[in-house]
């Protein structure tokens, strides 16, 4: 059952720990909050825009699908995470998937985007009583021609191990590892109060 006072995990926040683990640890633990507003911005004009991607009434039949669902929210209290996922697919040999709308195609954020759909993958799993194996992305900006990856269990368990340390982190104040990426410490609110070295 949906319980208020806890915290649910979303794929925006698994976002910010794949940026750095620390991140969440300053956000959550510290609760010193970051400038958020030129982001949100950018992401006002990519909500937009996939608004309207999901407003376009097709069964994608040439994936077999026989029914689709459109902005599911779902949630698993076990694991603690919830979610809307863009397209649910029901295929004809019994099998599901799911589709994402993506703004634009982005080597750079790719695997971010690809683990965040394999999160979407666990929810559908956990709710629907499936094993999900595959995913589609569509690029908005690009047409309607959607693009399949194939999602193997290491990946899913990738995935709940994130959401264990981020659990970790937020519950019990765990100090993580930095990301191992340096550069990405310039664009952070958080530069000139952690130590990074
Ligand atoms: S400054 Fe760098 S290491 Fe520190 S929280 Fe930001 S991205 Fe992570």
Redesign the pocket.
């Known amino acids: 059952m949906f319980n208020e006072y806890r915290k649910y995990i979303t794929a925006t926040d698994l976002q910010e720990f794949w940026?750095?683990?620390?991140?969440i640890?300053?956000m959550y633990v510290t609760r010193i909050r970051q400038y958020e507003e030129k982001r949100f911005k950018v992401q006002i004009g990519r909500e937009v825009h996939k608004a309207k991607a999901l407003e376009k009434e097709y069964l994608r039949k040439s994936l077999g699908v026989i029914k689709q669902e459109k902005e599911v929210y779902l949630s698993d209290d076990n694991l603690g995470i919830c979610g809307i996922i863009d397209e649910v697919l029901h295929l004809e040999d019994g099998s599901m998937t799911i589709l994402e709308y993506k703004y634009a195609e982005n080597k750079h954020k790719f695997r971010t985007q690809f683990y965040q759909a394999v999160y979407y993958s666990i929810l559908v799993d956990s709710n629907y009583k499936t094993n999900i194996n595959s995913c589609y992305f569509v690029y908005s900006r690009s047409g309607t021609k959607p693009f399949k990856y194939e999602i193997k269990p290491k990946h899913k368990e990738f995935v709940k191990d994130c959401i264990n340390e981020f659990k970790k982190i937020y519950y019990e104040g765990y100090y993580p590892k930095?990301?191992k990426y340096?550069r990405?410490?310039l664009?952070?609110?958080?530069?000139k109060i952690?130590?990074?070295y």
């Open positions: 940026y750095c683990p620390r991140f640890y300053y930095r990301t340096l990405q410490c664009d952070c609110t958080y530069n952690c130590d990074k």
